[in-house]
């Protein structure tokens, strides 16, 4: 059974850091995408930044530069290091996992911007 364990989230001032973790396991066939996702109260879940099994990556126009993708292959983790963080950044950020045509999520992981 695939399982996506997310860590890291919590409560940070702005302009502070944090560095999402999301650990899979389960999986049998070989990830082609990991990424995150967030979703804020009242908003739709919108892509964060995503990499692909060749370490191409993708970000949401408004966070390129604060935020930073990156993947461990060998521990099937996907990290999310996040920089400079205002209150327009609180959400519930989601991993997810594309393997073997199935997408999967990860139960979310609150992130508080605020002072």
């Known amino acids: 059974q695939v399982q996506l364990v997310e860590s890291g989230g919590g409560l940070v001032q702005p302009g502070g850091s944090l560095r999402l973790s999301c650990a899979a396991s389960?999986?049998?066939?070989?990830?082609?995408?990991m990424g995150w996702y967030r979703q804020a109260p009242g908003k739709e879940r919108e892509l964060v930044a995503g990499?692909?099994?060749?370490?191409?990556?993708d970000y949401a126009d408004s966070l390129k530069g604060r935020f930073t993708i990156s993947r461990d292959n060998a521990k099937n983790t996907v990290y999310l290091q996040m920089n400079s963080l205002n209150s327009e950044d609180t959400a519930v950020y989601y991993c997810?996992?594309?393997?073997?045509?199935?997408?999967?999520w990860g139960q979310g992981t609150q992130v508080t911007v605020s002072s």
């Open positions: 389960g999986i049998i066939f070989s990830i082609n995408f």
């Open positions: 997810n996992v594309y393997s073997g045509r199935t997408s999967y």
């Open positions: 990499i692909t099994s060749g370490d191409r990556t």
